[in-house]
Structure formats: C-alpha cells, structure tokens
C-alpha cells in the first residue's frame, strides 16, 4: 500500500511539473534548467528514490531520472512528499 501512495504522488509530481513547463505555447527555461540540474545531480549520485521506499524499477536509471524530475520541483514539493509518506507510515504504527 505505501509503494501505491508513492506512485500516486510521483506521478501527479511528474504531471504537474509537465504542465509547469510547458504553458501559452511556450516552455519555461527555469523550469528546463531545474530539471536539468536535477537530472544530472540525481544520476551522478546514483540516487533512486523509488527505490528508497521499497519500488525498485527494472532499470535503475529510470528511477534516478524519475527522481530528478521530482526533485526539479523544489525543496517544497519533496518536503511535502516526505511529509505525506512520514504521516502515513506514523498512522500505520499507531496502536
């Protein structure tokens, strides 16, 4: 169930940025060069956070770059992530 909660928030992740960069016909080059950056850093520190939380993807790659897009978002957007999956976990351990 957690892995499905991750996905869930990756994904819309992922589609919101698209929409970010993309609006009136035209890209946003901060929003390219966020992911860009965020790409690169992510695949140099082999850093997947999908498989951090247990969603380990056929070839690890895609979860680094995944993650790059993620992270390319900002610190406010992994933050609120961490929080929601944090929250979630807390709840499965309440008695």
Known sequence: MYSVLFLAVAVEGIVEWIKMSYQSGRFNITA????????????????????????????????????????????????????KICKKDESKRAP
């Open 32 to 83: 390219l060069i966020a992911l860009a950056v965020s790409v690169l850093v992510t695949i140099g520190a082999e850093f997947d956070l999908f498989s951090l939380v247990g969603v380990p993807l056929r070839w690890p790659i895609v979860g680094q770059i995944l993650t790059g897009v993620l992270i390319s978002r900002g610190s406010n957007y992994i933050h609120s992530i961490t929080h």
